[in-house]
């Protein structure tokens, strides 16, 4: 299974921008692209709260979790 984050589509429905919303919670630009784009191998609770705090969200419809290989072609441990 792989974690995707759907930060893109909230960020639509709020009818905000990346640059705003690196404002508000104090990430940069780039690390909130990484993010989006999916290329985030760790978030901080911290910045999710704060992400979730902003967006007026709950964590999951942030991240989704779906069937499949995980990016990168990346084999989770047992």
């Given at each position: 299974?792989?974690?995707?984050?759907?930060?893109?589509?909230?960020?639509?429905?709020?009818?905000?921008?990346?640059?705003?919303?690196?404002?508000?919670?104090?990430?940069?630009?780039?690390?909130?692209?990484?993010?989006?784009?999916?290329?985030?191998?760790?978030?901080?609770?911290?910045?999710?709260?704060?992400?979730?705090?902003?967006?007026?969200?709950?964590?999951?419809?942030?991240?989704?979790?779906?069937?499949g290989?995980?990016?990168?072609?990346?084999?989770p441990?047992?």
């Open positions: 299974m792989a974690i995707i984050v759907q930060l893109d589509q909230v960020l639509l429905e709020r009818r905000m921008s990346l640059t705003e919303l690196s404002d508000r919670v104090g990430v940069t630009v780039a690390n909130l692209s990484i993010l989006k784009t999916g290329k985030a191998r760790a978030i901080r609770f911290s910045t999710l709260n704060a992400l979730c705090r902003e967006l007026d969200c709950t964590p999951g419809r942030l991240l989704a979790n779906t069937p290989p995980q990016p990168g072609g990346e084999v441990e047992d």
